[in-house]
């Protein structure tokens, strides 16, 4: 997972997939190494849990190493699955799932977007 921009009730979470083989996604464009990549809005943020808990401030990533295990994306709700790594520590520290529930969520297909934090 790249960067994540929450703002007045809106989020924007930068990311890029592992490689894909682009024989399956012939509908997306990929970046140079086959992967997805791009930006995930998220607009009129009802709701956000963190397992199961709520979280009343903005979300933001705990570590810098971190990566995303499954996504999914419904019509008003995505479920992220993520694992945190301390850069210090060379093991997985933690693991969380994350609820967000919104008015809108849309993909933006971005194949050569540059991150910082990749």
Do not use: C
Request: hydrophobic share 40%; no cysteine.
């Amino acid at each position: 997972m790249g960067e994540i921009k929450h703002l007045n009730g809106d989020m924007i979470i930068s990311m890029k997939s592992a490689e894909v083989d682009p024989e399956d996604i012939s509908e997306i464009a990929l970046t140079q190494d086959d992967r997805i990549s791009g930006k995930l809005h998220i607009e009129g943020v009802v709701k956000i849990t963190e397992n199961n808990l709520p979280i009343s401030k903005l979300l933001e990533k705990k570590y810098k190493n971190t990566e995303i295990m499954h996504l999914n994306i419904f019509d008003h709700k995505i479920v992220i699955e993520i694992i945190y790594n301390d850069i210090s520590n060379t093991k997985w520290t933690e693991y969380s799932t994350i609820e967000i529930e919104a008015e809108k969520i849309w993909w933006e297909n971005i194949p050569d977007l540059l991150d910082p934090f990749w």
